[in-house]
């Protein structure tokens, strides 16, 4: 027959993550490269002195086709952890991937 009426329909968007391919110590500065996945806006990367990423800092990439970053002024000698996601930016609000797995690099003097 005919219908009438409205279907309201939702769904999670969880853009495909990525992971590093390379990662290099440097003198006070470490280099990261990594894959390049599809359909995303920007990545996110998570650096730490801790293997639990407390006191962590946050870099932002907000282009999809930079897939290296140096990150500068480290501290010498030290291991740092690192981590990366994606997000797909739709009207203003980021979703977001899960986090990569955890590497560790060595900064040098």
Same mark, same amino acid.
């Given at each position: 027959g005919?219908?009438?009426g ?5 769904f &999670?968007?969880?853009?495909k993550?990525t992971?590093?391919s390379?990662l290099?110590?440097g003198?006070?500065q ?7 996945p599809k &359909?995303?806006?920007g990545?996110e990367?998570?650096?730490s002195l ?10 932002k ?10 990150i500068k ?5 030290k291991?740092?952890?690192?981590r990366i996601?994606t997000?797909k930016a ?8 899960s986090?990569?797995a955890?590497?560790?690099?060595k900064?040098k003097?």
């Open positions: 005919n219908f009438t409205t279907v309201k329909a939702s &999670n968007v969880i853009p993550g992971s590093f390379k290099t110590g003198k006070k470490i280099t990261l490269k990594w894959k390049n &359909n995303i806006t990545y990367i998570e650096y801790k293997k639990d990423f407390s006191a962590s800092k946050t870099v990439i907000a282009k999809a086709k930079t897939l290296t970053k140096t002024k480290l501290k010498a000698n291991k740092y952890y690192v996601r997000y739709i009207n203003g609000t980021r979703y977001y991937s986090w990569s955890k590497k560790s690099v900064v003097a």
